[in-house]
């Protein structure tokens, strides 16, 4: 991942995809959009910038437990923790924006339980177009997700 993090360069800048707000008659209008680069704290998950490449390599290294292209990026039990349910007998809801010029309320699972563990929502039940009980996912600002089967699939 060698184009990723929480602050960006003028090369990583002009290459940032720009945003489209949707407008009335149905087409899309392009939008100003800029994450801080100097914000009061870094978010653990907001903020980050990653193109295509880098954040497939990074789901490549949770599916494979923890290793990518042989090297160990995260211990195995750090991978199992992410995965797994951190919110005991809670179940996560669809969630609402709290910025709609940004993004649409969403539910990853809708009509299904589903759990949070410490970076992705959690499936419980195998979904009804193929995923895996167990299957990671994540939604972002913008209307960015993400969707991943189990480490060790």
Same mark, same amino acid.
């Given at each position: 991942m060698t184009d990723s993090g929480l602050l960006i360069g003028s090369k990583q800048k002009a290459?940032?995809?720009t945003l489209h707000n949707r407008s009335a008659d149905g087409g899309l209008t392009p939008a100003p959009f800029e994450m801080p680069q100097r $914000?009061?704290?870094f978010m653990g998950g907001g903020g980050a910038f990653s193109p295509p490449r880098d954040y497939m390599a990074f789901l490549r290294m949770l599916l494979n437990g923890g290793s990518h292209k =042989?090297? #160990?990026?995260?211990? $195995?039990? @750090?991978v199992a923790? +992410?995965? #797994? !349910?951190?919110?005991g007998d809670l179940d996560v #809801?669809?969630?609402t924006t709290a910025r709609p010029a940004y993004s649409q309320s969403f539910d990853q699972f809708p009509g299904e339980p589903h759990?949070?563990? *410490? !970076?992705?929502? +959690?499936? @419980?039940l195998p979904g009804p177009n193929g995923r895996s009980?167990?299957? +990671?996912?994540?939604? =972002?600002?913008?209307?960015? *997700?993400s969707g991943s089967t189990r480490s060790g699939r």
């Open positions: 290459s940032v995809a $914000p009061e704290f =042989g090297e #160990r990026v995260l211990k $195995p039990e @750090t923790s +992410i995965m #797994r !349910s951190q919110i #809801r669809a969630m759990k949070w563990g *410490y !970076s992705f929502d +959690i499936n @419980t009980a167990g299957s +990671i996912s994540w939604a =972002g600002l913008l209307d960015c *997700y």
